[in-house]
């Protein structure tokens, strides 16, 4: 067994478990990186690797929040049980949009999208995003303080969000919304979300991304928008996987031998311990900072991807 081959997989496991969580697309960064430190294996396995990975920053999630996903927990009540229920209703059917458009287009996009143009685009026109719409929060938030309103406060343009009462203004924290926890989420607001990440079917634009966009716009919190955005992933990834898989081993006739089991291995553990820091660190970031910070690095990186790809290899310098 080839010690290289195993580093490069617990690496691509490193950079998948801060990318998928990350608002700056895990399946772009593994598109780049592959330029850079590509594994000794088929191109069909690479292809399923690079989704089935993803299995293993899911187990990171299901892990931190079993108590809030698990409808069976001893210490929940009737009343926990059946919001936990409901949460569940919110997660499907925010999982919908993206399966009726996803599987369809599978095969699609995987041979006209996957490259480093649509990548590099994508990461700078939401990096973009990002900042607007973190700017047009804060002149919000301005105004709403301004006017005594933040208590009350909704969001313009939160066309889906119920009347609750808003973020409270503690010291130090800039996250406020409507919408300020996953019971004041509605099937409504969980489906438009939904609709937000069809959005990341295109690589390089990032799941966590459209779906904290479309959380943010419908008036979440970013607490709600990015922990709804680790919820929805649970039967996504699930779900992509497993077609991953069956295609390679049905209609790619390819197989797992003890080298492709253990690089496998290798980087979905990696991936689960990384995403376990991450995503506890993403928890704690996002109550006193914006996601700004995440369009400035989208933008950067995808002008780097142009500039290797367009100008740097055409000529041979790298």
Known sequence: MDIIE??????????????????????????????????????????????????????????????????????????????????WGKIVLGCIPAAAVGIPLDDFMEEHLYNSVVVAGA??????????????????????????????????????????????????????????????????????????????????????GSTIIGGLLLGCTRAVASKFTFFLAVPVMFGASALKLLKYLVLDGGTFGTSEIAIMAVGCLTAFVVSLVVIRWLMGFVRRHDFKGFGVYRIILGILVLLYFLVLQPMGIL
């Not at 920053?57 to 299901?62: G, N």
């Not at 301004?146 to 010291?171: K, Q, T, W, Y």
């Open 123 to 208: 990461l700078i026109v939401y990096g973009i995003a990002f900042i607007a719409i973190e700017m047009w929060r804060a002149s919000k938030r301005r105004r709403m303080i301004e006017s005594g309103e933040l208590a009350v406060g909704r969001p313009a343009g939160a066309h889906f969000a119920p009347r609750s009462i808003a973020a409270a203004d503690d010291e130090g924290d800039t996250d406020f919304g409507s919408i300020t926890s996953l019971e004041d989420l509605s099937f409504k607001t969980a489906f438009g979300i939904g609709c937000f990440q069809v959005l990341s079917l295109i690589p390089g634009t990032s799941r966590s």
């Open 6 to 87: 195993l580093l490069k997989s617990a690496f691509l496991g490193v950079v998948e478990g801060i990318t998928e969580w990350l608002p700056i697309s895990s399946t772009g960064h593994l598109i780049l990186v592959d330029e850079f430190v590509q594994l000794n294996v088929t191109p069909e396995f690479w292809n399923m690797f690079q989704v089935v990975i993803q299995l293993g920053a899911i187990l990171a999630v299901c892990v931190l929040f079993f108590h809030d996903l698990n409808p069976f927990s001893p210490s929940k009540g009737a009343d926990g049980r059946r919001e936990t229920w409901k949460l």
